[in-house]
């Protein structure tokens, strides 16, 4: 049997390697063993789950790290008004963990990701 993380590794697997060269998701399939019509079931029901989330910038900290953060990463322009922003995230395992947090500044967020992290 198939896990979710299983299936994953596999979608990921097929995304840097056949994809690019123009093979298509059965014929990979086959290729692995993996049978199509579990792989589609998986697909079909985590594919809206995935939100393709993209970062623009860097956050700075402290005086010091500024020039490095100037030189390394583009400007980020702020809007308006130019409240802090706060970070929501929402992050639901296969194994029926759920995290919700709310208000996050991003250091919160940074703190959050190491824990996580320890438990990989």
């Known amino acids: 049997m198939y896990s979710s993380e299983d299936l994953e590794r596999f979608y990921f697997q097929y995304q840097s390697e056949a994809l690019p060269h123009g093979e298509s998701l059965q014929s990979f399939c086959v290729k692995h063993k993996v049978p199509y019509n579990i792989f589609q079931k998986w697909f079909k029901d985590t594919r809206k789950k995935v939100v393709e989330v993209e970062v623009e910038g860097i956050p700075v900290t402290d005086s010091a ?20 922003v706060r970070i929501w995230i929402d992050i639901r395992i296969s194994n029926g963990l759920h995290l919700s947090q709310k208000n996050l500044s991003y250091p919160d967020l940074v703190r959050i990701v190491k824990k996580l992290e320890g438990l990989c």
């Open 65 to 84: 790290e500024v020039s490095k953060t100037i030189s390394q990463a583009q400007r980020v322009s702020r809007s308006s008004s130019d409240t802090p």
